[in-house]
Every structure is written in structure tokens, then in C-alpha cells.
């Protein structure tokens, strides 16, 4: 199966280019993307249009109805609106961050696009957005592995051996019956309590799983609750392989997790870590299609994107 899965073919960047080479092209694919099943006018719901360009060039539909007059613009509510970046660009860093197994850094996405460093910043903190606004809305369910990890600090490892510049953080992956990964979920919280496993659980674990945890005091929160079945295993009593074998699919995803983000980053703030989390599952639980993964990501642009400002992006809590 991962053979296969690292086989596939994608999108090579060569025919990325050709279709989108212009700002013509790249407004004429997000326009079917809006407006390719019909045209609502978000002012009146009028259905009937005229194509026109503003001053800089950029289309919007004006509204036919009487009284009305519109300008629908096609870049207003989607996660491109109000850029004064070209849209190729935009679109280029959008294949580099879906179509790359492991992403692009900030530094060689500003080399790629001639853009300045905190464009090139801003632009993945966007994307990255996207891909996370889009992975709050799935849940991980059958069989499911979860166990605690820390990003940072000097000493990398389990709760309990100094967590001083460390972010704790819940790791979850759902597997096959031979226990191969299927989609993985992470998210930071402030410590390993019940309540933080609970506010975990209910954002991304669908009731009625099998969970399977180590003894970690919070992980008894499943035990207790009557939406999910609990194995726990004490790692210290039995045989260690066996039990180290039990969680091989949720140790090997935090370990990519953390080479993926350190081989980008030295370090990244705890306040963005959810958005690299975001980046790294969104690839990981769509790499089944990698050649449909541009296009949906586009149809969540358009459709599905709270647009996000600057601040929001900088200072929002993660
Ligand atoms: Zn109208």
C-alpha cells in the first residue's frame, strides 16, 4: 500500500505551469470554481450577469437585476481576496504545499516566487489556514491509536522528564485491522489532564471508537466516558515489544510530524504549531489522491474560507 501511495504520479509542476501561466487562466479556474454551477448574486440572489474587469484588472460579475447593479467580484470571500499578489503566484505556492511531500519552507518559497520573506510567510500562513479550517471538520473513527508527545525544548520525549519550553501536544491515528495508519489528527493543549484528552475527543474522535492509549493518568477519560471503548496497555508490565508494537502507527506519525517540521524550521512559535500540524495532516490524510489534491484544496478556497487578515494569522491564539 505505501508503495503505492509514494508511486503515484501527481501533478507534475510542468503541467501545473501550463495551466496556469496567466492571471487569465488562474481567474477563469477559480471562476468555474465559484460560479461554474450557477451565479447568484450575494446581493439580491438575481441570477442574470454581465463579465466585467475592474480598474486593476481583476473580473467580477455586475448584476443584471433591475435596481441592483452588484459587482459581484470573484476574489471577495474566497482566502485570495483583497491580494495584490498575481494570482500564478499564489497558485504556484498552493502546488508546492500540496503537491510536495514535505511542504516548502518560508525562505525557499520567497527564492521560487520572487516575493519578499514575510509575503512568502503570510502567503503559507494563508494556505496553511485553509488546510486547517478544512481538517477541524473531520473525525478519525473505528480503531483509533492516541498517545502524548512534546514539541521543543532541549530533550524531545514522554511527559514527565522536564517539559520546560515545551509544547504538549495529543497525537491520534486511525488504523486498519493490521494496523496501518489511515488518518492522523494533532493538536497542542496546555497539559495532559482529562479535561484537555475530552476537549480532544470531541473535536476529533467520532464516538463509538476503540481507542488504544498507554496508562498516562488523562487517557482514563476514555475508560470513563460512555462514547468510547478503552484498551489501555501499561508499557512498563508485559512484553515491551509487543507493547511497543501496539503503537507503532501513532510513533512513527509523531516522529515524521516532528522531522517534517524541524527539517522545514528550526523551531517553530507554539502559537503556530497547530497551523504546521494542520499543513502536515492535510497532506497525509489526502496522499490516497495526490492528483485531486490542488483542485479540492480550491474548491475550499472559494467556497469554504473565512477570509483571514493579517492579524488574525499573527496573533490569533492557535
Ligand atoms: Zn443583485
Not at 22 to 48: A, D, I, N, V
Not at 156 to 171: D, I, P, V
Not at 295 to 300: A, G, I, N, Q
Request: charged fraction near 30%; hydrophobic fraction near 35%.
Amino acid at each position: 500500500m505505501a508503495n503505492k501511495i509514494q508511486k503515484q504520479r501527481g501533478i507534475s509542476l510542468i503541467d501545473f505551469l501550463e495551466n496556469f501561466d496567466s492571471e487569465e487562466k488562474c481567474e477563469r479556474y477559480l471562476e468555474k470554481l465559484k460560479w461554474g454551477k450557477g451565479f447568484s448574486c450575494s446581493k439580491c440572489g438575481g441570477t442574470e450577469y454581465y463579465r466585467s474587469k475592474t480598474k486593476t484588472n481583476r473580473l467580477f460579475y455586475r448584476c443584471k437585476s433591475r435596481n441592483c447593479n452588484h459587482r459581484n467580484h470573484l476574489l471577495v470571500g474566497t482566502m485570495f481576496q483583497a491580494t495584490k499578489l498575481p494570482l500564478k503566484k499564489w497558485f504556484l505556492a498552493i502546488y508546492f504545499m500540496t503537491q510536495g511531500k514535505k511542504g516548502i519552507s518560508t525562505l525557499d518559497l520567497m527564492r521560487k516566487l520572487n516575493v519578499k520573506e514575510d509575503t512568502a510567510r503570510l502567503m503559507k500562513l494563508k494556505i496553511m489556514a485553509v488546510m486547517e479550517s478544512r481538517e477541524k471538520t473531520s473525525q478519525l473513527e473505528n480503531l483509533i491509536q492516541i498517545d502524548d508527545a512534546y514539541y521543543g525544548g532541549k530533550h524531545e520525549g514522554k511527559a514527565g522528564r522536564g517539559s520546560e519550553n515545551k509544547q504538549a501536544f495529543l497525537a491520534a491515528v486511525s488504523t486498519d485491522e493490521k494496523g496501518h495508519s489511515l488518518k492522523v489528527k494533532f493538536a497542542t493543549l496546555k497539559s495532559f489532564t482529562k479535561e484537555g484528552v475530552a476537549n480532544f475527543a470531541k473535536k476529533f474522535l467520532a464516538k463509538g471508537s476503540e481507542i488504544y492509549s498507554d496508562a498516562l493518568k488523562a487517557f482514563n477519560f476514555f475508560s470513563e466516558s460512555e462514547d468510547y471503548e478503552h484498551q489501555q496497555t501499561n508499557m512498563s508490565k508485559g512484553n515491551k515489544k509487543e507493547n511497543h508494537q501496539k503503537f507503532n502507527s501513532i510513533n512513527t506519525l509523531i516522529s515524521n510530524l516532528k522531522s517534517f517540521i524541524g527539517g522545514i524550521h528550526h523551531s517553530v512559535s507554539s502559537k503556530y504549531l497547530n497551523k504546521y500540524f494542520a499543513e502536515f495532516q492535510y497532506r497525509f490524510n489526502r496522499r490516497f489522491d495526490l492528483k485531486a489534491l490542488p483542485e479540492r484544496f480550491f474548491y475550499t478556497a472559494v467556497h469554504y474560507c473565512e477570509p483571514s487578515t493579517l492579524y488574525n494569522l499573527k496573533y490569533q491564539a492557535a
